[in-house]
């Protein structure tokens, strides 16, 4: 099937609004332009454990805060999106990095299914929120184009959310429960609309545990993957104990925790 006939998110959603408001980080990007990142992002971030002189790939670079902390770490650093606002945005924070930023940063129009880079070019591949906007046939090809670009020794870091065992399976029991005490009107039936309703338009694509460690070691990777979630609030006994239950005890956990991290090496 050619590529015009396949489903693709139109990159025209993804709007400066999009970005201020709705794209995980936005309080804090809205608050310090970049100098600051929100909690699972900086977990993703030092995944990466960047050092200075490394080349490293941000795909799906969105506002450019992660371009600015890899070239603070000295890295030189090269985004893509193919939202054109993003690009935009992007540059704004590496005009605003002048003088701060070690490395080189860089940052360009492009697919993620088509890189323009030389093959084996960077020393980390970083895909931060972005699995989860990419259908399955656009996964695999974006897959196969990191594997190319990636240096033998290199490591791809990925983070997507949310995890859709909690999305299938856990939110309906969760809205359920929360409908009785009263709560209902902020879950919506729809999971994709809970919180920010724009993800039920570019959210299209989004995993497992088991299925991102799948879809990784198809496209040649070995792949640590696992689960997490942003801090709870206990709430007194026994509900507490049930909820501490949830969330950190097999196999309930691989349903309620919200976030899915892996980092990723080509297979040798």
Known sequence: ??????????????????????????????LTEGDHLSRRLAA??????????????????????????????????????YAAVAVDMSAAVIERSAGIAQGRIGVSQA????????????????????VEHLYPWELDEALREVYRVLKPDGRFILHTA????????????????????????KYPRNPREFLVDVNAHVHVNEQSLFSLRRVLTGAGFDAQVWLDSPPQRWDSEPLGQVRRLLFHTPPFRWFFEREVFAVAAKRT
């Open 111 to 130: 697919n993620a299914r088509q890189l323009p880079f030389p093959a084996q070019t960077f020393d980390r591949a970083l895909m931060f929120d972005v």
């Open 1 to 30: 099937m050619p590529d015009q006939d396949r489903p693709t998110v139109p990159s025209d959603l993804y709007t400066e609004s999009y970005f201020r408001t709705a794209c995980e980080g936005y309080q804090e990007f809205n």
């Open 162 to 185: 949310p995890n859709v065992w909690y999305d299938r399976y856990a939110y309906p029991v969760v809205r359920f429960f929360r409908t009785l005490m009263g709560q209902g009107a």
């Open 44 to 81: 993703a971030f030092e995944l990466a454990e960047i050092e200075p002189g490394m080349a490293v790939l941000d795909i799906g670079c969105g506002r450019g805060e992660i371009l600015r902390w890899c070239a603070r770490h000295g890295a030189n650093a090269y985004g893509i999106d």
